[in-house]
Structure formats: C-alpha cells, structure tokens
C-alpha cells in the first residue's frame, strides 16, 4: 500500500482531531474580536484603553488554547494546532513525514472553516474593518519590526514547549505555561504584528477577509523562530531529549507520533 494512503487510514482521525481544533480556535477568536473590538460593542465603550481590551482577548485566547491542549483531541493529536510547530517536530524526527503533511492540510483547511463560519455567522461586522476577520497584519512600526517580533514570539513559544515538556516534575503543565504565553503576547505584541505564530491562522483570516498583504512574514517568521529554538535547545539540554510531539501525552490516548497505546482495561466477570 501507498505509504501516503496507509497513514491517512491508520492516522485520520488525528488529522480530524488537529482540523477541528484550529477550526475552533478561529472561531473563539473571531467571535471574541468582534465582542470586544467592533465600534458597536458595549465592552469597547466600556474598555476604551487599547491595552485593557488586548488584555481581555489575550485572557480568551490563552483559556482557548488551554482547554485545547487538555482536550481529548488535543491530547490525542498532540495539539500542534500550527503548521510552524508541526514542521519543528518533524524537523525533531518526532513527527512521520506523511503525518506532518496531513496534518498541515488539516490545519489549513479547519483554520479556514473556523473563519468563514465566523463569516457566515456574524458577516460584515466580522469581515470589515476594523475587525478585518482578525487578520494579521504589520503595526506602524513597519515588516521588519513585524518579521522579528513574530520570529522572535516563536522562538520563545517553541523553546518553553520543549523545556517543559522535557522536564519530567512541570510536563504536564505545557499546556499552562503555553496558554499563559499566548496571553502575554496578545496582550503586549500585538501592535506589531497582529501577533500570528501560526501560518494557517493568517491564511485563515486572510481567506476570510480578503487582506493578504505582507503574508510572507507569517509564512516565515515562525517556523524560521520555532526551528532556531531547536538548535539553540539540543546543544543547552543536552540531559533532557524531547520525548514526543504532543503538549500533554495522556497516558488515557494512544500516541500516533511514539507509538504508545494505552492499556487495556480486563472487564471483570461475575
């Protein structure tokens, strides 16, 4: 059999698993946007400092990511949730070739339907700006300024993945500490880049709502990020290999990245 085929038929439900996970991802973001960003919305009249309103989506985004990562998908697909990361586990040889190309389909493709349900659900006040469908896009502080910040959001993001999850006392707490993050850059990046890490989540709104300028930046900054945080992580923890692909590996979901399968519960009998 076709390698390519005998993956996706032993591996689809991971795939489905890492779709529906950004899918929902999106549209947490997209609907908590325009609750608090739209011009009509109460909580912008009543939040009018640029900073607070960061503050609060940052605090949704973190709790989304979290309670993706803990998951019974997230814990079964590892919660990659990102193209970026994906390419960096492969790059780990943590991750299958054919299993990080169905997994970075599946990302694109659920990212995208997240948005436009978002779209179809909220219309012009989700895809016109200022909301602009969440898009991603450089602040007054220009590209580059945008490029390194992103590059270098990912690096930090990547490299407290691997040190926590190579730390055996806080490695179920990843998901925490990643949540936590997230919120922290939302809250203070932001302006100047959009504050992205992800290039399925950029397509996505971009697909959405039709802004494509200076997409290059999202498509490069964070795997370049994320893949310098490996090589600047194997030679500092030397004592700590990364153990696997996923932000929580549950003991109670199979593993298709190492191989692990949980056990068998024997059904007593009268």
């Known amino acids: 059999m076709v390698p390519a085929i005998r993956m996706l038929r032993a591996h689809w439900p991971e795939y489905l698993m890492e779709a529906a996970g950004l899918g929902t991802f999106m549209v947490s973001a997209g609907l908590v946007a325009t609750l608090i960003e739209h011009p009509a919305s109460p909580i912008r009249q009543t939040l009018p400092d640029p900073l607070a309103r ?29 193209p970026a ?54 602040g007054p502080a220009g590209p580059l300024a945008a490029f390194l910040a992103e590059a270098a959001m990912a690096f930090g993001l ?71 945080a490996v090589e600047v992580y194997r030679p500092l923890r030397r004592d700590r290999p990364v153990a696997c692909a996923k932000l929580d590996h549950s003991p109670h979901h199979r593993c298709i990245h190492c191989g692990y399968q949980p056990p068998v519960r024997e059904v007593a009998h009268a």
């Open 54 to 82: 960061r503050a609060l989506m940052g605090i949704a985004m973190g709790l989304t990511a979290i309670a993706l990562v803990y998951s019974p998908w997230g814990r079964r697909s590892g919660a990659h949730l990102n």
């Open 85 to 138: 990361m994906t390419l960096t586990w492969l790059r780990l040889g943590k991750v299958a070739p054919w299993d990080a190309a169905f997994y970075i389909a599946a990302q694109f493709v659920g990212g995208a339907a997240g948005a436009f349900l978002v779209s179809a659900m909220l219309g012009s006040a989700f895809t016109d700006p200022p909301i602009s469908a969440i898009a991603t896009t450089p």
């Open 158 to 228: 990547m490299f407290l993945v691997l040190t926590a999850t190579g730390t055996q006392r806080v490695m179920r707490l990843t998901g925490l500490f990643v949540g936590a993050l997230i919120a922290l850059y939302i809250t203070v990046e932001a302006p100047l880049s959009g504050m992205s890490l992800n290039p399925a989540r950029t397509t996505s709104s971009a697909l959405a709502g039709g802004l494509w300028a200076h997409l290059w930046i999202y498509y490069l900054a964070p795997p370049l990020g994320m893949l310098l």
